[in-house]
């Protein structure tokens, strides 16, 4: 019977025993694939830099002849190009009569996601206001469904779930979830999200992961992402049963001074992808057109522009 083994790219960097094992595994011919999900996380030009991620190319000179996957929902062709080398996958093709012995075979799929709905609100001036809005939207329009609010930091998520629960008279179950949390408490709101005994997760970008819930109905960002990579990965997160689900954004001007103050020593901490997800949220313009300037395989997304100045609202393509 196949045994599958899952760890961290910083497990299998740092842990001598682990990696001694693996080659034992290897050298008795039983090391049949090496998958690495999450593979964007490689690339320096990708949105969620990891550098233990980087240091997986140890993967391909340890064991040179297993076979090796890299998954993930966004790339970009430059930093598709940076995985590929990382991961030592060489000679790339898109023809999988042409990738054996030892070639590489990638394949694509358009971005659109049909039964998502992108919409953007103008979020208030102050915190107490922006949490009443997320309340009332989540009551009127998913009171009973499972969601996901992103939050911009680790104090924020804390502050929204409070205000979710006390401004809902309790309606609202929520959960917290961000990276200063120790594995115990986020495996157990992972799973009381996941079994419905919470309907809500406030949540950083840390909550990514190892998260596939079929029925979550909406995703909100009380603040823009650092990315369209990173915003189109925390979306995506909606509506994976194929049903409806709704993907909000409040924004105001301000988030980017935010965010440039809270990412200004991070690699590639804002680059041009951010100012893509700007121009959709400010400017009205249609998140299709900002994706086909990204990114040419998407073909089709249903786009509301609501209560922003001078922007028309309900815009289908």
């Not at 949105?47 to 890299?70: A, N, Q, V």
């Not at 598709?80 to 030892?102: F, H, K, N, W, Y």
């Not at 998140?287 to 395989?297: F, I, N, Q, V």
Request: net charge positive.
């Amino acid at each position: 019977m196949p045994r599958l083994l899952y760890v961290t790219p910083e497990r299998i960097v740092k842990s001598k025993t682990l990696l001694a094992t693996l080659q034992r595994v290897y050298e008795a011919g039983r090391l049949e694939r090496i998958v690495v999900d999450e593979a964007h996380c490689c690339s320096m030009m990708g949105h969620d830099y990891r550098p233990d991620y980087h240091k997986l190319s140890i993967c391909r000179r340890l064991f040179p002849e297993t076979p090796m996957m890299g998954l993930t929902a966004t790339l970009s062709a430059q930093a598709l190009c940076d995985v590929l080398q990382i991961l030592g996958m060489r000679d790339s093709t898109t023809q999988p009569t042409e990738a054996l012995p030892r070639r590489t075979v990638y394949f694509r799929a358009p971005l659109s996601r049909p039964n998502l709905k992108y919409s953007v609100r103008m979020r208030p001036t102050n915190a107490l206001a922006t949490q009443q809005m997320v309340t009332s939207y989540i009551l009127q329009h998913h009171a009973e469904h499972s969601g996901i609010v992103y939050c911009l930091s680790r104090k924020d998520t804390h502050t929204m779930s409070e205000a979710l629960t006390q401004l809902s008279h309790g309606q609202i179950l929520t959960g917290v979830y961000h990276s200063d949390l120790d594995e115990v408490e986020k495996h157990r709101v992972h799973t009381m999200w996941r079994t419905g005994e919470i309907k809500v997760v406030c949540a950083t970008i840390a909550f990514g992961m190892g998260i596939d819930k079929g029925d979550v109905r909406f995703v909100v960002h009380a603040c823009i992402s650092k990315s369209l990579e990173g915003y189109y990965q925390e979306t995506g997160r909606a509506g994976r049963d194929g049903l409806p689900a709704d993907c909000v954004l409040l924004y105001r001007p301000g988030d980017l001074s935010r965010l440039s103050a809270m990412t200004a020593s991070e690699v590639g901490a804002l680059d041009k992808c951010t100012y893509i997800v700007l121009r959709f949220s400010y400017s009205g313009t249609c998140m299709l057109t900002s994706t086909l300037r990204y990114d040419s395989t998407c073909h089709a997304i249903l786009c509301t522009v609501s209560e922003l100045p001078s922007v028309r609202a309900g815009r289908v393509l």
